[in-house]
């Protein structure tokens, strides 16, 4: 009840609360990334927006492929269950959270 209660009004996401592997829902994810940066962070701005810098260049998909591993561990969930949507080659990017 709280887990769809959560995905339905889209309030604060913690670990505990995202359980992806029992419920069959998607989320939508907005990520403001910062590639080449100095140092590596994930700052969470809302309850489904995050930005983030990486050190890969944007490069062969190399900072995709780390944001991505980044924002996994975040939320506790495999990376596999997460896809960039939107954004592939833009600071501003979609990701869906779900089952696949």
Do not use: C, Y
């Not at 700052?43 to 980044?70: C, H, M, T, W, Y």
Request: hydrophobic share 40%; glycine share 4%; no cysteine.
């Amino acid at each position: 009840m709280i887990l769809s209660r959560l995905l339905h009004s889209r309030t604060t996401l913690t670990n505990e609360s995202l359980n992806l592997s029992t419920h069959r829902r998607n989320m939508f994810i907005t990520v403001r990334a910062t590639t080449a940066a100095k140092q590596e962070s994930v700052r969470k701005l809302g309850d489904d927006r995050f930005e983030i810098s990486v050190r890969e260049k944007p490069k062969n998909n190399l900072a995709n492929q780390r944001i991505v591993a980044l924002l996994a561990v975040e939320l506790g969930v495999p990376a596999s269950k997460i896809r960039i949507l939107k954004g592939h080659h833009h600071r501003s990017k979609t990701l869906l959270i779900g089952s696949r």
